[in-house]
DNA sequence: CAGGCAGGGTTCCCTTACAGAACTCCATCT
DNA sequence: AGATGGAGTTCTGTAAGGGAACCCTGCCTG
């Protein structure tokens, strides 16, 4: 947990990091978005230390992003995606996308997605949700919503 | 930095937080992209620690992100966002869809895009590079690329 | 029915990194 | 000549990450 507490933040990029903003965390979720939800595959995956691991997965389920299943009479448990921590992994697509792009190097990307609708290997971008059409960092103003701590 | 060097990880989500994984990085970004350029500017609005700022800037100067230039004939300078870091600005405008939807509550966004395709208030959503249909988390299959180590 | 085992954590110690205030440097401005 | 403003550096205290060792609980096996 990073000292300064960005949740407190009015701004909803600050808010987010608060929730994922930790390091691992990101990592964390994308293993368990490809199928990894127990603490042993997931300490052996990333190689974190157990005490963190524990104090990520503990974030992440209090903040809805993770939800802690048993799946056994014994004490056992899986962590699953909820629907907000599904959401979440728009990010790391995003993620994925630029690091491929700006980071691979001449390997390439070391992982590729293939989009049900059309079957074919893809990579994501931003659209509007009003028009549809491309939307990217020079095609917006920027306006104070109503969240916008009116009074200071 | 995080001691664990997710730079040397053979994965494209652990390479992009290798750049602004880092507390306050993507918070700095958004200050810049919204016209913050000078030190004293960003270390105000966010209240960072100046040793953390300076820092922050200078590795996202070193990985491409920012531009530090000369305005004056002092030693003065402004930080820019350079190609590559403007295209990082998908990542914030997913984190703040997303922080807008589920951590906002009844007061609602601190901001709004307005875009300048339809001049309509609107937010970002993904959608496939080659067939243009949205593509979210459950869309895609993931598969190894040619970047994925082989041989071990 | 005692011992072992596997999953899922705790505990402890060490080191690094963040917070924050004070200090420095340098070129102009007055 | 001294003040000012921008852009950092330095210093000290505290908290967080790394990593290894340990613990607990409920089956499983001999």
Redesign the interface.
């Known amino acids: 947990m990073?000292r300064?507490n960005?949740g407190e933040m009015?701004?909803?990029?600050?808010?987010?990091?608060d929730?994922i903003?930790e390091?691992?965390s990101?990592?964390i979720l994308?293993d368990v978005?490809?199928g990894m939800r127990r603490f042993d595959e997931l300490q052996a995956d990333l190689?974190?230390s157990r005490k963190v691991l524990t104090e990520r997965l503990g974030h992440l389920v209090d903040h809805g992003v993770l939800e802690r299943r048993p799946y056994d009479n014994r004490p056992r448990y899986e962590y699953h995606?909820t629907e907000?921590g599904?959401?979440?992994?728009?990010?790391?697509?995003?993620?994925?996308?630029?690091?491929?792009?700006?980071?691979?190097?001449a390997?390439?990307?070391?992982?590729?997605?293939?989009?049900?609708?059309?079957g074919?290997?893809?990579?994501?971008?931003?659209?509007?949700?009003?028009?549809?059409?491309?939307?990217?960092?020079?095609?917006?103003?920027?306006?104070?919503?109503?969240?916008?701590?009116a009074g200071y």
Do not use: N
């Not at 390997?107 to 059309?118: I, K, M, N, Q, T």
């Not at 028009?131 to 969240?147: F, Q, S, T």
């Open positions: 990073q300064t960005f009015v701004c909803s990029i600050a808010r987010t990091l929730v903003g390091p691992w990101p990592l994308r978005w490809v190689k974190i995606l907000k599904a959401e979440l992994v728009d990010l790391l697509m995003v993620m994925k996308g630029w690091g491929d792009k700006w980071l691979a190097g390997a390439g990307p070391p992982v590729l997605y293939r989009h049900h609708a059309c074919e290997i893809a990579d994501v971008d931003l659209h509007c949700t009003h028009c549809d059409k491309p939307m990217h960092a020079a095609d917006v103003d920027i306006l104070p919503g109503p969240g916008a701590r």
